[in-house]
């Protein structure tokens, strides 16, 4: 069996990635994949513990995160259309009429 | 645990709202005149909600295994919400329509928005925090980007995703990580075993990624950068909905889960700095950035910061006084700045007109009655003693001088006298300007009715404070 160190190695390495794409991208769809990635980072801590626990309440939590997930691409997208409507760019260094 | 028919007195409020949620779908999808009948379905329902909420407030119970609990304070985060989205309602009538994006599906997402509000502060199990959280923070942007044909509205809408997704993130990792050191998500349960030693490093790590994260939600410093942008960009409405209810919203989340850990050994030691911090950082930058500011929104966004400061010192206090000193200062904040950005939605003119605090000169002799009622919010958010801040300033310094805290209500009050200024300012223009008033102002009833309430809320939480703080401290 591989010990959970491993799982939660996995899922810090994939946070911080997730962080460093969000910080340091500028295409508004790259960033929010990013983001992606932080969940599923945390996905995959709660199954892992979940299942060192035997413990299925993790397990339950992480069909939230999904269903939120996929929720939030839905209004993300939407948003990211609209703007395109409007500015033709979704470069978001360009988006600044609003001072950042 | 068995399912009781007869618990349902207790989580009505939430059955019914989610009721008139789906109530008011078919009304948008199959009534033309949707638009005009949904604001008073939903001016009503919250009102009724509210009422209910108050009347049941001595009757503690959970329900659904320990999901959900009723009764006490989460009764008093309920008339909250449900009261200020009432306060919202009326004051979108007039203005979606000044503004042309007169649809019924806003106050559908008002209505959802507050459904989620009311599963944060009812939670007692941490699936029902991101639920509700998600289920705020989703309508949010929606509602930040309504005005869908404008770019300022889409750029604010895009700008709090993008970064309110991020926030979650932290959140969703964060609570992993508590679950992974107190092996459940059950509130009652989750610091029996936790600690603050060095072993239990995982657990603490969770903790501050999820205090960061609502550090985002409430508006403070280091995660601020959204919210002056937000809150310009977004439609005035919706501003005033966000920054009030929703800002008390998350505070009741981090209540709920973040100070349950002050209880634990050692906490004082590593969680008070943090919140500490937290709270200075907000004040300091807040208040000082705030002078600068040019557009009316921009410098409410900026005293959103500073005052979500103040009631971070509630939370570093780490005492019962601490967290009554925050309810107290929540429901005192949410009516003054309703009223606020109420009336600016009411002075605002077509495409983000009037809204330099220059376009205010003048505002004082042409006219009196709305420049009286912000010069009313403008003394109350600065916190001069007749009216509500004054006293939610001093139960949550109080508190911090009773937890050893004497540096952080320094520098409060510190703060306090440096956002004098830029209160006042406003203030002075309208009755001290030279020139005339340039702008013509539609008059709205609705709105008015909303504004005058808060104004009365407001005075009588600064007249009778003594009454209603014990109300909040009896649970």
């Keep these: 069996m591989i010990p959970l160190e491993y799982y939660l190695i996995l899922s810090a390495f994939l946070f911080v990635t997730g962080v460093t794409g969000v910080i340091t991208r500028r295409n508004a769809i790259v960033v929010f994949m990013s983001i992606e990635l932080m969940l599923n980072a945390a996905n995959l801590t709660f199954v892992a513990y979940s299942s060192f626990f035997g413990d299925v309440v993790g397990q339950l939590f992480v069909f939230f995160v999904m269903a939120v997930a996929a929720a939030e691409v839905a209004i993300g997208l939407a948003i990211i259309i609209a703007l395109f409507r409007n500015k033709e760019t979704i470069n978001i260094d360009e988006i600044n009429i609003l001072k950042w | ?222 995660f601020h950068m959204w919210v002056p942008d937000v809150y310009q960009g977004a439609p005035t409405s919706t501003t005033a909905l966000m920054s009030t209810v929703g800002k008390a919203a998350a505070f009741s989340a981090l209540i709920i889960v973040v100070s349950p850990a002050f209880g634990k050994e050692k906490a004082t030691e590593i969680l008070t700095p943090l919140v500490a911090t937290f709270a200075t950082l907000s004040m300091v930058y807040g208040s000082i950035t705030a002078i600068m500011q040019t557009d009316i929104k921009r410098m409410l966004a900026y005293s959103s910061i500073v005052h979500a400061g103040y009631m971070l010192i509630g939370l570093a206090a780490g005492n019962k006084e601490g967290i009554d000193g925050v309810i107290f200062y929540l429901i005192a904040y949410s009516f003054m700045n309703l009223g606020a950005f109420g009336l600016i939605s009411v002075l605002e003119g077509k495409e983000e007109k009037n809204l330099a605090i220059s376009d205010y000169t003048g505002l004082g002799s042409k006219y009196p009655v709305l420049a009286g009622l912000l010069a009313l919010f403008m003394f109350s958010l600065t916190g001069i003693p007749p009216f509500a801040a004054f006293f939610g300033k001093y139960y949550v310094f109080m508190a911090a001088i009773r937890a050893d805290l004497l540096w952080l209500a320094i520098v409060g009050i510190a703060a306090s006298a440096i956002s004098l200024y830029f209160y006042l300012r406003v203030v002075v223009v309208m009755y001290f300007g030279k020139d005339e008033s340039k702008f013509e102002v539609t008059s709205s009833n609705p709105a008015l009715t909303g504004i005058i309430v808060s104004a009365l809320l407001v005075i009588l939480m600064g007249v009778l404070p003594g009454s209603i703080i014990d109300l909040i401290a009896k649970f």
């Design chain 2, 1 to 222: 645990m068995d399912f009781n028919l007869s618990d349902i007195t207790g989580y009505l409020p939430l059955v019914i709202l989610a009721a008139v949620v789906l109530i008011s779908l078919v009304i948008e999808m199959y009534i033309k005149s949707a638009p005009k009948i949904l604001p008073w379905l939903t001016v009503i329902s919250f009102l009724g909600l509210s009422y209910q909420s108050l009347l049941t407030i001595g009757k503690p119970g959970s329900f659904f295994n320990n999901m959900l609990a009723t009764g006490g304070h989460v009764n008093i985060f309920w008339f909250l919400f449900n009261f200020g989205g009432a306060v919202v309602a009326l004051i979108t009538i007039d203005y979606l329509k000044k503004t042309e994006i007169y649809h019924g599906e806003y106050y559908i997402l008002l209505q959802s928005s507050v459904l989620g509000m009311m599963l944060i502060a009812g939670a007692k199990d941490l699936i029902m925090v991101f639920v509700g959280l998600e289920l705020m923070s989703l309508t949010f942007y929606i509602l930040a980007g309504f005005a869908r044909k404008r770019l300022f509205s889409n750029e604010a809408a895009l700008k709090y995703f993008l970064l309110g997704a991020f926030a979650t993130g932290f959140i969703v990792y964060g609570l992993a990580l508590i679950y992974g050191s107190s092996q459940t998500l059950n509130i009652d349960k989750l610091y029996e075993h936790f600690t603050f030693e060095s072993k239990n490093i995982v657990g603490i790590i969770g903790l501050f990624l999820f205090f960061a994260g609502f550090a985002f939600k409430i508006a403070s410093v280091p």
